[in-house]
């Protein structure tokens, strides 16, 4: 059954889900499991990935919660940083995910807002010879450590194959993530799923993860086109879904970078008018597109619409 969008402001819009959004995560996942052997794309995947990547904006008991509540089984596992960064590893008997969190959620518009206009990081080396941006490396250095040796364990109890998602800053600590794990096939790295992911690294980077990653951009969504300047790239296959609610698969390089020329850039002084907009001006009012796009729960609900408009056909 098709969803609705919530109302396009703050109020809505703000995760954690289910605090002013009705949203029920995994909704139909017993009929619509998770495929975790597909490597090829896969929309039902999809789908369930964002909802795990939308679950890491809430408290560790709600997630936990919501995966009982699906009835989907396994231990989760919570790995917070020295700072902002948030993952966990939910361990299943047929498939283990890594979702990371994107940014701040009791400032979630704020902090979207300043990494648009500080996003010209200087790209620091990723230690195999390619480049990365700086800032998302620090942040997935709080964590890798921790993660990665949960996720040996994990595997040398039971082979499995580990998928990896996020959203936004999350999207960004999963393509690093996925990056790492190639380093090991005892990870048994299957692919990655991401939305309104920035870009990560230099094209030497880029081409070292060798599984799918599959990144999904909501129309307008302002972070999909960051960090600015001529040494980051994207990872993986684009999915584009347009003002629609229309998925786009696969886009060549080309054309989305035909996107690039209308992309919305904030200056500093736009940032700060918007964040000032945002938090004086009531939470009924809208907010842009290009921010609105980005909302971890319009992502969820789109890639479910998009999903289930292939079982009407």
Same mark, same amino acid.
């Given at each position: 059954?098709?969803?609705?969008?919530?109302?396009?402001?703050?109020?809505?819009?703000?995760?954690?889900?289910?605090?002013?959004?009705?949203?029920?995560?995994?909704?139909?996942?017993?009929?619509?499991?998770?495929?975790?052997?597909?490597?090829?794309?896969?929309?039902?995947?999809?789908?369930?990935?964002?909802?795990?990547?939308?679950?890491?904006?809430?408290?560790?008991?709600?997630?936990?919660?919501?995966?009982?509540?699906?009835?989907?089984?396994?231990?989760?596992?919570?790995?917070?940083?020295?700072?902002?960064?948030?993952?966990?590893?939910?361990?299943?008997?047929?498939?283990?995910?890594?979702?990371?969190?994107?940014?701040?959620?009791?400032?979630?518009?704020?902090?979207?807002?300043?990494?648009?206009?500080?996003?010209?990081?200087?790209?620091?080396?990723?230690?195999?010879?390619?480049?990365?941006?700086?800032?998302?490396?620090?942040?997935?250095?709080?964590?890798?450590?921790?993660?990665?040796?949960?996720?040996?364990?994990?595997?040398?109890?039971?082979?499995?194959?580990?998928?990896?998602?996020?959203?936004?800053?999350?999207?960004?600590?999963?393509?690093?993530?996925?990056?790492?794990?190639?380093?090991? =096939? %005892?990870?048994? /790295?299957? $692919?990655?799923?991401?939305?309104?992911? !920035?870009?990560?690294?230099? #094209?030497? @980077?880029?081409?070292?993860?060798?599984?799918?990653?599959?990144?999904?951009?909501?129309?307008?969504?302002?972070?999909?086109?960051?960090?600015?300047?001529?040494?980051?790239?994207?990872?993986?296959?684009?999915?584009?879904?347009?003002?629609?609610?229309?998925?786009?698969?696969?886009?060549?390089?080309?054309?989305?970078?035909?996107?690039?020329?209308?992309?919305?850039?904030?200056?500093?002084? =736009? %940032?700060?008018? /918007?964040? $000032?907009?945002?938090?004086?001006?009531? !939470?009924?009012?809208?907010? #842009?597109? @290009?921010?609105?796009?980005?909302?971890?729960?319009?992502?969820?609900?789109?890639?479910?619409?998009?999903?289930?408009?292939?079982?009407?056909?």
């Amino acid at each position: 059954m098709r969803k609705s969008l919530p109302p396009q402001t703050t109020e809505w819009l703000n995760p954690p889900a289910n605090v002013k959004t009705p949203y029920t995560f995994f909704e139909g996942s017993a009929h619509h499991p998770l495929g975790p052997d597909d490597s090829a794309f896969n929309l039902g995947n999809a789908w369930w990935f964002m909802d795990a990547a939308l679950l890491t904006y809430s408290s560790e008991a709600a997630i936990r919660g919501a995966f009982n509540t699906a009835g989907i089984t396994g231990d989760v596992t919570f790995f917070p940083g020295a700072h902002s960064t948030q993952a966990y590893v939910m361990s299943m008997p047929a498939a283990i995910v890594l979702a990371f969190r994107g940014t701040q959620v009791d400032s979630f518009w704020p902090s979207v807002i300043d990494f648009a206009v500080d996003a010209q990081f200087i790209p620091v080396p990723d230690g195999h010879g390619g480049w990365v941006h700086g800032g998302f490396l620090g942040a997935l250095n709080e964590v890798w450590p921790e993660i990665a040796t949960h996720l040996r364990a994990e595997q040398k109890l039971a082979q499995r194959p580990l998928w990896i998602t996020g959203h936004s800053l999350g999207a960004a600590l999963a393509t690093l993530a996925a990056s790492r794990s190639c380093d090991d =096939e %005892a990870f048994g /790295l299957q $692919g990655v799923y991401t939305c309104g992911s !920035p870009r990560v690294g230099d #094209p030497d @980077f880029c081409r070292r993860i060798r599984v799918p990653v599959f990144r999904f951009r909501n129309d307008s969504d302002l972070v999909a086109h960051l960090p600015l300047g001529l040494v980051f790239r994207h990872v993986g296959t684009s999915q584009f879904i347009d003002a629609a609610g229309h998925l786009h698969r696969d886009l060549p390089e080309p054309i989305e970078l035909m996107f690039e020329p209308g992309a919305h850039v904030l200056s500093a002084r =736009e %940032a700060i008018t /918007l964040e $000032g907009f945002l938090r004086t001006s009531g !939470p009924e009012l809208p907010i #842009p597109g @290009f921010l609105a796009d980005h909302a971890p729960i319009n992502y969820s609900i789109l890639i479910w619409n998009c999903f289930d408009a292939t079982h009407a056909q």
